[in-house]
């Protein structure tokens, strides 16, 4: 709804980047709510709409494009795009998405049967996202480290850093984050 009035607006006023931006978030919504491929359509739709005013795709929008093919199912066009973006943001100041797009790298990776590079690339993720103090993003990154642990039958260790974490947060528990990390955290408890 959001990304709909955004997108109104940036039409009604001629903000062809805000426009893009707005389908962008459109498509990665519709993907998350269960039409991946409708979704996928829209966000490269806005994508193309946003490089074609002369702006770069990196950073939250890599990780929109990343996300949106992951739920597609073309796990390796996400997987090439968040390395793109990694080395793309390495190379200017954007470096907010790094959390994202390493948690993303790590989930790509432990689907292809990757457990050990996936930990390893999950840990790079809190460890980017702590220094950023970027608690919501830290979250993220330990609820999916929570989860390859757990599957991995370490589920104290999983269980003990996603309560640590979790301590932080005093406000917003009905966030998707939060409730996810919280069923997460029952479930290692039960």
Do not use: C
Not at 8 to 32: I, T
Not at 147 to 172: K, N, P, V, Y
């Amino acid at each position: 709804r959001d990304a709909e009035t955004l997108i109104e607006l940036a039409d009604e006023h001629g903000f062809a980047q805000h426009s893009a931006q707005g389908r962008m978030l459109r498509g990665w919504a519709l993907a998350r709510s269960g039409e991946p491929e409708a979704g996928l359509a829209e966000v490269e739709h806005g994508i193309s709409a946003y490089q074609a005013t002369g702006a770069q795709v990196v950073g939250v929008y890599a990780v929109l494009r990343a996300e949106s093919n992951q739920l597609s199912g073309r796990f390796a066009d996400a997987l090439r795009i968040v390395d793109e973006a990694l080395a793309d943001v390495s190379q200017n100041e954007d470096k907010g998405a790094i959390p994202e797009l390493l948690r993303l790298k790590g989930e790509l990776l432990g689907r292809a049967s990757q457990p050990d590079q996936a930990d390893q690339i999950f840990r790079q993720a809190i460890a980017e996202a702590s220094d950023q103090q970027a608690k919501s993003y830290e979250l993220r990154a330990t609820t999916s480290l929570a989860r390859l642990l757990a599957s991995q039958g370490r589920r104290g260790e999983a269980r003990a850093m996603l309560a640590e974490i979790s301590r932080w947060f005093t406000e917003g528990f009905d966030t998707a984050d939060l409730k996810d990390a919280k069923a997460l955290l029952d479930e290692l408890s039960a």
